[in-house]
Structures are given as structure tokens and as C-alpha cells.
């Protein structure tokens, strides 16, 4: 399946707007829940271009990782060339 970019565009701000309002709406204590929202957040904003507001929701992330191997691994971004 594929879109055209105006079409994807607009889906992707209405789940990031659906995805920062649960994030704001909901106390959520689950970690894999958690990190798994934010590697969604992570991923629509590195396509919007957002690299900076990525880097800062990875680092979030790796901040809930217990192990200190999974901190580094974790919601790993391709380089930004």
C-alpha cells in the first residue's frame, strides 16, 4: 500500500496528536507500554524531520531501560545523512 506524501502526512500528525494525548491524558506504569509509545513518538517525529525531538524522546527511553545493555540498544535511529 502505498500514499502520496499529503495523504501520509496527515495521518501521521493525527497519531502523533492521538499519541501526545494519551501520553498526557494517562498515567501509564507499564514500561513495555511506555517505550513502546515512545519508540512510536521517535519514529513519527524522525519522519517529520524532528531529529532533534527524536534524539531527546530516545534518550527518555533509554532512561526507563533497567539493563544497562538494553539502554544502549535501545530505540536506536538510523544516522541522519
Same mark, same amino acid.
Given at each position: 500500500?502505498? $500514499?502520496?506524501?499529503?495523504?501520509?502526512?496527515?495521518?501521521?500528525? +493525527?497519531?502523533?496528536?492521538?499519541?501526545?494525548?494519551?501520553?498526557?491524558?494517562?498515567? %501509564?506504569?507499564? +514500561?513495555? @507500554?511506555?517505550? @513502546?509509545? #515512545?519508540?512510536? +513518538?521517535?519514529? #513519527?517525529?524522525?519522519? $517529520?524531520?524532528?531529529?532533534?525531538?527524536?534524539?531527546?524522546?530516545? +534518550? $527518555? %527511553?533509554?532512561?526507563?531501560?533497567?539493563?544497562?545493555?538494553?539502554? #544502549?540498544?535501545? $530505540?536506536? #535511529?538510523?544516522?541522519?545523512?
Amino acid at each position: 500500500m502505498q $500514499a502520496d506524501s499529503a495523504t501520509f502526512d496527515a495521518f501521521a500528525m +493525527k497519531v502523533r496528536a492521538d499519541l501526545d494525548s494519551v501520553l498526557l491524558s494517562y498515567e %501509564i506504569s507499564d +514500561k513495555a @507500554t511506555m517505550r @513502546t509509545l #515512545l519508540s512510536t +513518538k521517535a519514529d #513519527l517525529q524522525e519522519l $517529520a524531520g524532528d531529529y532533534q525531538g527524536a534524539l531527546e524522546t530516545v +534518550k $527518555a %527511553i533509554r532512561g526507563m531501560e533497567d539493563k544497562p545493555a538494553a539502554r #544502549l540498544t535501545s $530505540a536506536c #535511529l538510523p544516522s541522519q545523512n
